[in-house]
């Protein structure tokens, strides 16, 4: 079963970070797995984001391979 982490925790785990935390120790505050509180850091890190995304990504055509618009 899979942890769901509102808008609220997201928003305490970046300001732990830029605290000093280490993951692990937050993960233990905010009584989260570990593996979450890397995966929300490193999308910040590597996207700028951490919001939630729901579904898949849209399907890609012939047309957006040879635009260069691939999603």
Do not use: F
Not at 24 to 40: E, F, G, K, Y
């Amino acid at each position: 079963m899979y942890k769901i982490v509102i808008d609220e925790e997201r928003g305490c785990i970046m300001g732990m970070r830029e605290g000093g935390m280490k993951s692990l120790d937050t993960a233990c505050v905010l009584n989260v797995p570990q593996s979450i509180v890397s995966t929300i850091l490193t999308k910040k890190k590597v996207g700028g984001s951490v919001k939630s995304q729901c579904g898949r990504h849209r399907k890609s055509s012939d047309r957006d391979a040879s635009v260069g618009t691939l999603y």
